[in-house]
């Protein structure tokens, strides 16, 4: 099972937006709505940021949005705060029955 | 609330089994509707999902480590288990354990995970 494609790294000033790309196959992203993000800060366990392509699950900010097209998932951030500095990652269902995960996004606030 | 919480030797030597627990609280493994899974992360690497299991006893492991892999569990206890065979050096890693929501049987996403535990692999 290939690890999902992600930019190494993304950044932005406070209050911009930035949008980390996921792109899988048409084995993983592609046939199922089931893509989910995950943010971790150092020495932390990751959190779940979005489920199933573009739903927050509570207590997450709403400047978190994802979404979908074709093999290519996204996670758009606006209104960028330092507190979002973190690792990014993606994850999709595969055909083989299982999870994949991306291969990280480090996101910095400049 | 749901918690993980992983537990086991932090040190294992090469050649031996890795073996650690996840004991659950805030939810039963034996009421349905999820899995159960080891994710670990190589030192200032990214995730790498290990196994699933469900309460059934199904499993699902990365093909990578299938031959070594053993993912067990207890519903009595509402404990998981890991246990990874003849380990190396290349096996020191962050191990976590996560729920996975599941729907007709399809993976969803990982919406709870414990705090992960550190195992080094080293003589």
């Known amino acids: 099972q290939s690890a999902l494609t992600q930019p190494a790294s993304v950044s932005g000033s406070p209050g911009q937006s930035i949008t980390i790309s996921c792109t899988g196959t048409s084995s993983d992203v592609g046939a199922y709505n089931y893509v989910s993000w995950y943010q971790q800060h150092p020495g932390k366990a990751p959190k779940l940021m979005i489920y199933d392509v573009s739903n927050r699950p509570s207590g997450v900010s709403n400047r978190f949005f994802g979404s979908k097209s074709g093999n290519t998932a996204s996670l758009t951030i606006s209104g960028l705060q330092a507190e979002d500095e973190a690792e990014y990652y993606c994850s999709s269902h595969t055909s083989t029955s299982t999870l994949v995960f991306g291969t990280g996004t480090k996101v910095t606030v400049l | 609330q749901v918690q993980l919480q992983e537990s086991g030797p932090g040190l294992v030597k090469p050649s031996q089994t890795l073996s650690l627990t996840c004991t659950v609280s805030?939810?039963?493994?034996?009421?349905?509707?999820?899995?159960w899974s080891w994710i670990r992360q190589h030192p200032g690497k990214g995730l790498e999902s290990i196994g699933f299991?469900?309460?059934?006893?199904?499993?699902y492991y990365n093909p990578s480590l299938n031959s070594r892999v053993t993912i067990s569990v207890d519903t009595s206890k509402n404990q998981f288990y890991l246990k990874l065979s003849s380990v190396t050096a290349a096996d020191t890693a962050v191990y976590y354990c996560a729920r996975v929501r599941e729907q007709y049987y399809d993976m969803k996403y990982f919406d709870f995970w414990g705090q992960g535990t550190l195992v080094t692999v080293s003589s």
């Open positions: 299991i469900y309460y059934s006893g199904s499993t």
């Open positions: 805030g939810a039963s493994i034996s009421s349905g509707g999820y899995y």
